[in-house]
């Protein structure tokens, strides 16, 4: 069963969905939006005038200052998660490795089994190992929103996981200022994305994505303990939130190893005795 729901949850992870065994731990919510105190300005449902339009750009203008550019990134973390029918599963040991535009690559372990998923993925293809169960998955992107339906983009994870804002893009209204956090909204196709920022810096503290064709259906992540990693301010703690038909909880905490622009490695081999899923 454990072996199972690790080999499921690791891609769920990394694609913003979920699939849950273990004891349970409270991942803590944040309120959204964390600050409705201290408004000094709200703008009307569209930047329209010359005003708006300048603080919009200003927005991001400043968003962008915050994006996380890299060659190559590394990091280890401990996963946790449950969901709202009381079943969860912890301290999963995962170890991400990217070539930025090209490769997110993981290994994840629990207690004393290691390396138990290895998981590869590009913009074109899917590659899952399970060493435990001797299996293998081999997908083309397509195939693989089909077979494990996620809604997967590398972009999109590549973003996650490296800690900057998904769905953001310069349509900026719905502003609002606080003390402490800017609010804003930014309009896509098939979703609605909202954004808390830090007033000072713009640092993202929480953002929520909603699926417009499916009512109830969102995403929410917080960011916090913010560390400066090589000239980054990247986000050491994640808490991401999925609501559908269930409430997914996901804590993302990365402790060990944080590193940018070095040399990596991507070892995936498939055994030739893995029976092929």
Same mark, same amino acid.
């Given at each position: 069963?454990?072996?199972?729901?690790?080999?499921?949850? $690791?891609?769920?992870?990394? %694609?913003?969905?979920? +699939?849950?065994?273990?004891?349970?731990k409270? !991942? #803590?919510?944040a /309120?959204?939006?964390?600050?409705?105190?201290?408004?000094?300005?709200?703008?009307?449902?569209?930047?329209?005038?010359?005003?708006?339009?300048?603080?919009?750009?200003?927005?991001?203008?400043?968003?962008?200052?915050?994006?996380?550019?890299?060659?190559?990134?590394?990091a280890?973390?401990?996963?946790?998660?449950?969901?709202?029918?009381?079943?969860?599963?912890?301290?999963?040991?995962?170890?991400?490795?990217?070539?930025?535009?090209?490769? $997110?690559?993981?290994?994840a %372990?629990?207690?004393? +089994?290691?390396?138990?998923?290895r998981?590869? !993925? #590009?913009?074109? /293809?899917?590659?899952?190992?399970?060493?435990?169960?001797?299996?293998?998955?081999?997908?083309d992107?397509?195939?693989?929103?089909e077979?494990l339906?996620?809604?997967?983009?590398?972009?999109?994870?590549?973003?996650?996981?490296?800690?900057?804002?998904?769905y953001?893009?310069d349509?900026?209204?719905?502003?609002?200022?606080?003390?402490?956090?800017?609010?804003?909204t930014?309009?896509?196709?098939?979703?609605?994305?909202?954004?808390?920022?830090f007033?000072?810096?713009?640092?993202?503290?929480q953002?929520?994505?909603?699926?417009?064709?499916?009512?109830?259906?969102?995403?929410?992540?917080?960011?916090?303990?913010?560390?400066?990693?090589?000239?980054?301010?990247?986000?050491?703690?994640?808490?991401?939130?999925?609501?559908?038909?269930?409430?997914?909880?996901?804590?993302?905490?990365?402790?060990?190893?944080?590193?940018f622009?070095?040399?990596?490695?991507?070892?995936?081999?498939?055994?030739?005795?893995?029976?092929?899923?």
């Amino acid at each position: 069963m454990r072996r199972t729901v690790l080999l499921q949850s $690791i891609v769920a992870i990394l %694609s913003l969905a979920l +699939l849950s065994c273990g004891s349970a731990k409270k !991942i #803590t919510r944040a /309120s959204f939006p964390s600050d409705t105190t201290g408004v000094v300005k709200k703008d009307s449902s569209a930047a329209t005038n010359e005003a708006d339009r300048a603080l919009a750009a200003g927005i991001v203008e400043k968003m962008k200052a915050n994006h996380i550019d890299f060659k190559t990134f590394e990091a280890k973390l401990k996963v946790d998660y449950a969901n709202d029918k009381g079943t969860s599963f912890n301290n999963i040991r995962v170890n991400i490795r990217m070539i930025k535009d090209s490769v $997110i690559w993981i290994s994840a %372990s629990v207690l004393i +089994l290691d390396d138990v998923v290895r998981c590869m !993925i #590009t913009k074109d /293809s899917l590659k899952l190992v399970n060493r435990k169960d001797k299996t293998v998955m081999l997908r083309d992107i397509a195939q693989a929103r089909e077979t494990l339906n996620i809604p997967f983009d590398f972009n999109t994870l590549q973003d996650l996981l490296v800690g900057n804002a998904i769905y953001f893009n310069d349509s900026i209204s719905n502003i609002v200022k606080t003390n402490s956090v800017v609010s804003f909204t930014c309009q896509h196709p098939e979703l609605v994305s909202l954004f808390n920022v830090f007033a000072d810096d713009f640092g993202l503290q929480q953002s929520k994505v909603t699926d417009k064709d499916a009512a109830g259906r969102s995403c929410e992540l917080t960011y916090g303990e913010y560390k400066n990693v090589q000239g980054r301010k990247f986000p050491t703690q994640r808490r991401i939130y999925i609501e559908e038909k269930n409430i997914l909880k996901i804590a993302m905490d990365f402790k060990d190893k944080i590193e940018f622009d070095s040399p990596v490695s991507i070892p995936f081999r498939v055994p030739a005795n893995y029976t092929k899923e």
